[in-house]
């Protein structure tokens, strides 16, 4: 059984950083599309990020410039490092995995592209 596993969230000031952990088992990250979405309260899920088998990643145009995704392998682990976060940015964060067929991993921008998901970590900017 596949099982993803957030953490790092917290409650921050307006251009504070937080930095969040995916860390997945039951099977190897290594070779699965990897991406972060949120979802603030009365909205749709979004993406924030993704990221390719090779680490080549692709940003939301409202996180470009603030947000970095990474992974490391060997640790099955994908990160999301983010700074000067703003209120806006308050939502419930969550990665999700996608088996590398078909939609190619920097294209994978909707819900239904991802196949695994956690049960999210919140992450709360205040002003």
């Known amino acids: 059984q596949v099982q993803l596993v957030e953490s790092g969230g917290g409650s921050v000031q307006a251009g504070g950083s937080l930095r969040l952990s995916c860390a997945a088992s039951?099977?190897?990250?290594?070779?699965?599309?990897l991406g972060w979405f949120r979802q603030a309260p009365g909205k749709e899920r979004e993406v924030v990020a993704g990221i390719d088998i090779a680490g080549s990643p692709t940003y939301a145009d409202s996180v470009k410039g603030r947000f970095t995704i990474s992974r490391d392998n060997a640790k099955d682990t994908v990160y999301l490092q983010m700074n000067s976060l703003k209120p806006e940015d308050t939502a419930m964060y969550y990665c999700?995995?996608?088996?590398?067929?078909?939609?190619?991993?920097?294209?994978?921008?909707?819900?239904?592209?991802?196949?695994?998901w956690g049960r999210g970590t919140q992450v709360t900017v205040s002003s």
């Open positions: 999700a995995a996608a088996l590398p067929y078909g939609l190619r991993c920097l294209a994978r921008e909707k819900y239904s592209d991802y196949n695994y």
């Open positions: 039951g099977y190897s990250r290594s070779s699965y599309c």
